[in-house]
T-cell receptor, first 112, second 111 residues
């Protein structure tokens, strides 16, 4: 199955700033997925990132707040923009591994 | 996508068999049932997937009755390291990447 490297693993950021999270996969994949997991909660899909087209966002998530890049078939970034304490969460990228998804280890973001 | 319902938490002891049941009354004909495991500070990990009857791998077994409105994940002889949150997901196996997670079952294994 695919191996995902996600960076940074954690960060503490000031409100009003932005953080870009990187996701690198060791094989080419058509779609990459970004999730958010708030403290003590389950995972929520933010968006689906396709190479060569704009990302598709789920209800409640917008491109201005969570811009996504997908420059090639092995890499994607998610930016959390103009952060507030409510954005403190774990952000995870994921790919379809054929049978089930593979997830990165996540980025634990704390906004102060 | 079909909604799933599973117990919020379960307790067990080392060496016991643990069965976690998930209800999915509105499962569609082309939906598969998939279970994930998540340890603290890690992303979810795929455990097992099935469509009907029984599926077994080196980690767990998945039992699905004929009506497919529920499924049971069976973990044989659990150890402390099986303490985790277990998620049951139902969706189209052909385009399963955009997963919809429910609340999951927090399994606590005690010595």
């Amino acid at each position: 199955s695919a191996v995902i490297s996600q960076k940074p693993s954690r960060d503490i950021c000031q409100r009003g700033t932005s953080l870009t999270i990187q996701c690198q996969v060791d094989s080419q994949v058509t779609m990459m997925f970004w999730y958010r997991q708030q403290p003590g909660q389950s995972l929520t899909l933010i968006a689906t990132a396709n190479q060569g087209s704009e990302a598709t966002y789920e209800s409640g998530f917008v491109i201005d707040k969570f811009p996504i890049s997908r420059p090639n078939l092995t890499f994607s970034t998610l930016t959390v923009s103009n952060m507030s304490p409510e954005d403190s969460s774990i952000y995870l990228c994921s790919v379809d591994a054929g049978t089930g998804n593979t997830f990165g280890s996540g980025t634990r973001l704390t906004v102060v | 996508l079909a909604k799933t319902t599973q117990p919020i938490s379960m307790d067990s002891y080392e060496g016991q068999e643990v069965n976690i049941t998930c209800s999915h009354n509105n499962i569609a004909t082309n939906d598969y049932i998939t279970w994930y495991q998540q340890f603290p500070s890690q992303g979810p990990r795929f455990i097992i997937q099935g469509y009907k009857t029984k599926v077994t791998n080196e980690v767990a077994s998945l039992f699905i009755p004929a009506d497919r409105k529920s499924s049971t994940l069976s973990l044989p002889r659990v150890s402390l390291s099986d303490t985790a949150v277990y998620y049951c997901l139902v969706g189209d196996g052909g385009s399963q990447g955009n997963l919809i997670f429910g609340k999951g079952t927090k399994l606590s294994v005690k010595p």
